[in-house]
Structures are given as C-alpha cells and as structure tokens.
C-alpha cells in the first residue's frame, strides 16, 4: 500500500508545472523491460528565458531491486550510479544536449517508479517533474516498452538483426510528427523512419550496416522520448 501511493504521488506530481525560466520535456508514462535490458531516458532541458542559467538536474527513485542501477549520462560520458544530482548551466535559449538517465534492468522482477526533478539554483522552490513507472518482468512477451498519451510502442525484434527487424507501435494522436532514427556509438544517422497514424509497424532496414552496436531513438515532434540498443548480427 505504501508503495502504491508513492507511485501515484510521483504520478501526480510529475503533471505539475511551474511558469519559469525552462521547459522540461515530457517522458514517457511507462517503461516495461525484460531483465538485463538497458533504457534511456532523455532529459530535455531547456533555458528559455533571456539570462544564463545554472540548472539542477536529480533523480527520486522507490524501491529499487540490488541488481538494478541508474546513472546520468551527457552523450558518452556517464557519472557513477551514486551521483542523483547534476548540475547544468545553459545559455538562454539553449537546450541541455543528449542528456539522458540510463536505467539497467538487472536481473529480479521488479515495479517501481523514478522521477526527474529539475530547477533553477535562482529559485530552487520551482522545481517541473517527470514520473515514470519502470516495470521488469522475467516474460514479457509482447510487451510495450513505451507508452503515453500520444503513442504506445514495442521493441525491436528479432533483436540481434541480420537484414530487417521491425518496430510496432500505434499512435493515439493524428497530428503527432513521429519517427525512429537509428543511429551508430558516435550519433551518426545511419537510417530515418517515419511512423504514419494509419499504420502500426515499421521495417528498420539493417543490411547495409555493419555488425555491431547501434541504437535506435523515437522522436516525437522533434523531442527524443526513447532510446534503445540494437544489435546487427551477420
């Protein structure tokens, strides 16, 4: 019971905002993963007043497995999975880059919740949060590994891929701009794929890359919301 209103308090607490000096990207509602499975998870900030500004960045977590870790990444470089807050100055009008909080499954089945905090060091009273539910289960079968008001997606399979995989999904709202862009370890595209209202699957064209470690990241409206390993295999 305690736990069931910790999450429904981060939940509801994610939905406020505060008129202020940033915008903070909506997350997903939900991530479900099988164990051992890594997810990203982006953080979008943006300084949108005229005045440079030091932002803090943290994390609150509930009730974490022994076998699962979360760490803050900017692009390749990631700080030790005992560091919940970060601090990040952005120019005015400038969006913090590929920031993101990885979160690593593990191996235990698990339900819990995360939410990111950010606020200005000028006014740390006005702090936006994101909540999102993280869900291990030992057989997901066909699970989404997103879900939110505008889309609900599944991973990619089969997952190692030798020449094509697809990705399924549906889209809740019309006048949604979506797209999965796969890309290499260095951030360079390497294929773009747009997601259509009236469809919901789409086929990621794997052979033409070479074996080895990619990611591919949906975007909705230009906002990375998802980020996900795939593995070419030949």
């Not at 794929?193 to 070479?210: F, N, S």
């Amino acid at each position: 019971m305690k736990r069931l209103a910790f999450l429904i308090g981060l939940l509801v607490g994610g939905t406020h905002s505060i008129a202020q000096s940033f915008e903070l990207a909506e997350t997903a509602e939900s991530y479900q993963l099988s164990p051992n499975q890594t997810v990203r998870i982006p953080i979008r900030v943006r300084n949108i007043s005229d005045k440079a500004h030091t932002y803090v960045i943290r994390v609150v977590k509930s009730e974490w497995g022994d076998t699962q870790r979360g760490y803050f990444c900017l692009g390749a470089t990631c700080w030790d999975a005992h560091v919940e807050e970060i601090t990040k100055k952005l120019e005015p009008g400038e969006t913090a880059g590929d920031l993101h909080y990885t979160f690593e499954a593990g191996i235990q089945a698990m339900q819990a919740a995360i939410k990111i905090e950010v606020f200005s060091r000028t006014a740390p009273s006005e702090i936006v949060g994101r909540a999102s539910t993280l869900v291990v289960e030992d057989k997901p079968g066909r699970s989404f590994v997103f879900q939110s008001r505008d889309i609900t997606i599944h991973d990619v399979y089969p997952n190692p891929v030798q020449d094509i995989a697809f990705i399924d999904y549906k889209l809740h709202t019309e006048t949604i701009q979506a797209k999965i862009v796969v890309h290499n370890v260095l951030g360079k595209d390497m294929g773009e794929y747009e997601l259509v209202p009236d469809e919901t699957r789409v086929k990621i064209l794997a052979d033409e890359l070479m074996p080895g470690l990619y990611f591919y990241t949906v975007y909705l409206n230009n906002n990375g919301i998802l980020t996900r390993k795939l593995i070419v295999r030949k």
